[in-house]
């Protein structure tokens, strides 16, 4: 794979990323300024919306891993543990129509962000987890960097934050 | 006379109306990020050989250095290595009597990040003794990391060192033992390892190896 065609991507899913996040914090200021009836903007195409950022991330770390052969870390893998099921148990809840599925899928994301979150302190204070790096897959070791700031980890974040506060409105909606 | 009949608002055919316009303003919300990547996707093809050299080993390898244990290899001959660095300069880790702090850095890792200005202030201000050699050794380049290419970081950081450009598969790395960045060695006058270890050591390790190497 091309470095051109990996900094495409890099370069996508970094504006996902930043459209995504600008969407759930523009959804939770809308919902503080209109009150519940902020819910019904999304209806139950947020559980819809919830599965795509799961999708796409699923799909993003598989091609960042077995396409561009970015070996995951520790962290990595931790992360997608709790990403790839959100790709499944979202998809099943939308077809279902399930209000139930959030109370699966949010503790879920949250976990991921937390681990996300970690992460990305790592990769600003390396030493917090000792002194050396890992020749091969460290987690300290920022693996790209975009807008001077994000990396996979952060994406991930990203992607938890939005199903959390997407499902958050489902909720609502269903309500 | 048929009537026509207007959709409902909330009924099936505005719901299915509204399904579209999601679909439809997804796929060009998709196209223009897609555009967007695109066109910022600007990098020029490099040349894939940046930042690796061709260095040559000669003698038994180190066995990997095992972090917090006593090292096994203190006493045995370290490979001879002869390189160059990123301008092609002729460097090389023989037994010339000098005895020698061995580097090897990774361009991408924080440690090593970190580690460099603190090496360099430290030789700036005259703490490598008299007849001892720092080398340092540019190994793990891998053009898809971050702070790449290692040449242009060192020179941004000032490095003064002679440097060895590692090969893509890492040889010398690996017939030193390394197993993590950054990795000191220690040689003797006659190339033999006084002692290793890897992670950030700041001015007081610093020390600790000058000291080391000048008993050799």
């Known amino acids: ?14 504006i996902l990323t930043v459209i995504a996040l600008v969407g759930a914090v523009g959804l939770l200021v809308f919902r503080m300024v209109k009150g519940p ?10 559980v819809w919306l919830a599965w795509v950022v799961a999708l796409v991330a699923t799909v993003g770390s598989l091609m960042y891993s077995e396409l561009f052969h970015y070996v995951p870390c520790r962290l990595c ?8 099921p959100l790709a499944i148990v979202l998809l099943v809840g939308a077809i279902r129509r399930e209000a139930a599925v959030k109370f699966y899928a949010i ?18 204070f390396p030493s917090l987890e000792g002194t050396s790096c890992d020749p091969l897959v460290p987690c300290s070791a920022r693996s790209i960097e975009m807008f001077g700031f994000m990396d996979l980890p952060f994406m991930a974040g990203a992607g938890f934050i939005v199903i959390a506060v997407l499902l958050a409105f489902y909720t609502k909606a269903e309500e | 006379m048929t009537q026509k009949t207007r959709p409902k608002p909330g009924g099936k055919d505005a719901k299915s109306k509204a399904t579209l316009w999601w679909i439809v303003g997804g796929v060009v919300g998709l196209g223009l990020i897609v555009a967007l990547a695109a066109s910022i996707a600007t990098e020029p093809e490099v040349d ?15 066995p990997v250095y095992a972090a917090g244990t006593q090292d096994v290899a203190i006493g045995l001959t370290a490979p001879t290595v002869t390189g160059a660095d990123w301008e092609g300069n002729p460097v090389s880790i023989e037994p010339n009597g000098n005895s020698k702090i061995i580097l090897f850095l990774a361009h991408w890792c924080p440690h090593c990040q970190n580690e460099v200005p603190v090496v360099q202030e430290w030789i700036d201000t005259g703490n490598l003794p008299e007849g001892v050699e720092l ?10 990391r971050t702070n790449w290419p290692p040449q242009d970081w060192l020179e941004e950081e000032g490095w003064t060192s002679p440097s060895v450009m590692d090969d893509q598969i890492g040889t010398v790395a690996a017939n030193y033992g390394m197993a993590g960045t950054p990795f000191y060695v220690v040689l003797d006058g006659e190339n033999t390892n006084l002692g290793r270890i890897s992670g950030e050591i700041g001015v007081e390790g610093l020390n600790a190896l000058a000291a080391l190497a000048q008993s050799g």
């Not at chain 1, 009836?37 to 947020?46: R, Y």
């Not at chain 2, 080398?135 to 898809?144: E, L, M, N, Q």
């Open chain 1, 1 to 14: 794979m091309s470095a051109q065609t990996i900094l495409f991507f890099n370069n996508f899913f970094a």
């Open chain 1, 77 to 84: 893998w931790f992360q997608r543990i709790a990403m790839y």
């Open chain 2, 48 to 62: 894939a050989s940046i930042g690796f050299g061709d260095p040559t080993v000669e003698g038994d390898p180190l």
């Open chain 1, 107 to 124: 503790p879920i994301a949250l976990v991921g962000l937390v681990i996300s979150v970690y992460h990305n302190v790592l990769q600003f």
């Open chain 2, 135 to 144: 080398i340092s050794v540019v190994t793990a380049t891998d053009r898809s």
């Open chain 1, 37 to 46: 009836e902020a819910a019904t903007l999304l209806g139950d195409k947020a």
